[in-house]
């Protein structure tokens, strides 16, 4: 039988060859656009687009960002700053998830565990890695997650930006209907 982390890195080969083709059939989908860098990689992105939550926007750069900068690093830095990505992409899926608890989102079981299978898949890769195989990483960090979080975030994070706007709202009424004491 394969292991776990062997089945999460499929898993993640599937998910991006599957949400791929979702991408190129849904073109005119345009929360996340990509761009390409000089090094051919896909890992630049352009987030002009909002998700009409501040915070979200912000922890998705932060991501975006780290990823890009994961692209250029020369091969003896690639091990560990992409341990060092990991544990930044950990914090900010747990960060999405308080999130969902926050507004009891009612699709978050799925979500995060979206959020797990790359985790592993992620540390399934670091470890080879570690070990000296700096293609599958540049694997992942250049094509596989730039694609994997395009179809996370327009699905997944699209619902979670909804409901963390739609609670605002709510929050936001209540409180102009609460009486005054006087």
Do not use: C, Y
């Amino acid at each position: 039988m394969e292991p776990a982390s062997e089945r999460n890195l499929h898993w993640l080969r599937d998910l991006l060859t599957q949400a791929s083709l979702q991408a190129e059939q849904a073109s005119a989908n345009t929360w996340t656009h990509m761009a390409f860098n000089g090094n051919g990689s896909e890992a630049a992105f352009l987030t002009d687009i909002s998700s009409g939550t501040p915070a979200m926007d912000q922890l998705h750069h932060d991501v975006f960002q780290a990823l890009d900068q994961l692209s250029t690093v020369p091969d003896q830095e690639f091990a560990a700053r992409f341990g060092a990505f990991v544990h930044q992409l950990e914090q900010a899926f747990l960060r999405e998830e308080e999130w969902m608890e926050e507004v009891e989102l009612p699709s978050h079981r799925p979500h995060q565990e979206q959020h797990a299978r790359v985790l592993g898949a992620l540390h399934n890769v670091h470890m080879r890695v570690m070990e000296g195989n700096l293609g599958l990483g540049r694997e992942v960090t250049d094509q596989l997650l730039p694609l994997w979080f395009a179809f996370h975030m327009s699905t997944m994070d699209t619902t979670l930006a909804h409901a963390m706007q739609s609670r605002a709202a709510i929050n936001k009424a209540r409180s102009r209907r609460a009486p005054t004491l006087s």
